[in-house]
């Protein structure tokens, strides 16, 4: 008989020379909770089930440009390092389920229930990681500009108002109107950041809205400052 998720195998009750086998799976657990394997990726790379069992740690490396990795369908919690030139998903042999995708160069601890994987650590139950774009803008020099254009490298998505996020003034504004800096994606806008008249920090009212990799997320500055100055702002998204 062996353990149902890491096929370790038992301990019978005739059995002789017991602390073999007890030996042995102490190794086992050990490997499984600790050890670290490197291989170099293929498109796609199937990760067989002695491997998956056996080992915590999986490097790759190689340049397959985008890749999948497939794994077995059984419970457990690892960890992937993408070493190589492409996007590595993650997923359960077959692609039914839930994924995780890794930029090249990044490493996802993950968890796989045997039919869905996650990345542990997130928010929600498929990922859910927090995403953060973080810019300062001085004030008065960039009326009616876009002032930063952000490009993703990865699918983004933002709440309603975008709960989360944060804006602040060093310096408000003492004008009879509202000062707001105009959010767009890829040239239409989504909503705005308003500062109202001698509150430093700001309201957001911007539609929910996902970004995919090559979108740009644009900071459109208005027509007049009315001398609000110092302008810090925070945005904050998820990972889908």
Request: charged residues 15%.
């Amino acid at each position: 008989m062996t353990t149902p998720i890491l096929g370790i195998a038992e301990v019978s009750q005739s059995q002789s020379n017991k602390e073999a086998t007890i030996n042995n799976a102490l190794r086992a657990l050990e490997n499984a909770a600790n050890r670290k394997r490197s291989a170099v990726a293929t498109a796609p790379t199937n990760l067989s089930a002695a491997n998956y069992t056996g080992y915590f740690y999986h490097e790759f490396t190689g340049t397959p440009g985008a890749w999948t990795l497939n794994i077995p369908a059984t419970e457990r919690a690892f960890y992937v390092l993408n070493n190589t030139n492409g996007l590595a998903s993650v997923q359960v042999t077959g692609g039914a389920g839930n994924q995780v995708d890794i930029e090249a160069g990044e490493g996802r601890l993950i968890y796989c229930d045997g039919t869905d994987v996650f990345e542990i650590g997130g928010g929600s139950g498929a990922g859910g990681s927090t995403h953060l774009i973080a810019t300062f803008f001085a004030g008065e020099a960039v009326d009616e500009n876009a002032a930063l254009t952000y490009v993703f490298t990865r699918a983004v998505d933002f709440p309603a108002d975008m709960a989360g996020s944060r804006a602040y003034a060093d310096t408000v504004h003492t004008g009879s109107f509202d000062v707001a800096i105009t959010l767009e994606k890829n040239g239409s806008p989504i909503g705005t950041i308003e500062f109202f008249t001698s509150i430093s920090t700001a309201h957001f009212n911007v539609s929910a809205t996902s970004f995919a990799a090559g979108d740009r997320l644009s900071f459109v500055m208005p027509a007049a400052f009315e001398g609000l100055a110092g302008i810090s702002i925070t945005l904050t998204g998820e990972l889908p």
